[in-house]
């Protein structure tokens, strides 16, 4: 905001440019956050391959450390096909228990 904007304008306008400041501030700080989470990540991957291997038992292969990035986007896709294979064998069995149930009362309404 420019000083003529700030004391020849609209008072709105202060606001409106105070709250896209906030916003911008907002989404900046959610970035670094996510960042640093990404970071510590990493981090503790590189702890856990130190640790197996300082504690590894004598003749095991020693874990090394990632070859490449953790690739979010795949992993993501393969936990929606995960859900959707498993929503799909809770519907086949759910299948199965009914129609296992139909049969049990027809045998009963037989008798």
């Known amino acids: ?3 003529n904007q700030y004391w020849h ?3 709105e306008l202060f606001w409106a440019y105070r709250s ?3 916003q911008k501030q907002d989404v900046e700080f959610e970035i670094e956050n996510y960042k640093a989470w990404l970071n510590g990540l990493y981090n503790c991957k590189a702890f856990e391959v130190v640790y197996y291997n300082f504690n590894r038992k ?3 292969t020693p874990m090394s450390y990632l070859e ?3 690739d979010f986007k795949e ?3 393969k936990s929606k096909e ?3 294979l498993e929503k799909q064998k809770k519907l086949e069995t759910d299948v ?3 129609l296992n149930r139909g049969k049990n009362i027809l045998k009963n309404s037989k008798k």
């Open 75 to 77: 992993m993501a896709k």
């Open 1 to 3: 905001m420019t000083y």
């Open 96 to 98: 199965k228990a009914m």
């Open 9 to 11: 304008k609209e008072p």
């Open 68 to 70: 490449k990035p953790f």
């Open 20 to 22: 896209a400041y906030e």
């Open 58 to 60: 004598e003749g095991a």
């Open 82 to 84: 995960e859900i959707r």
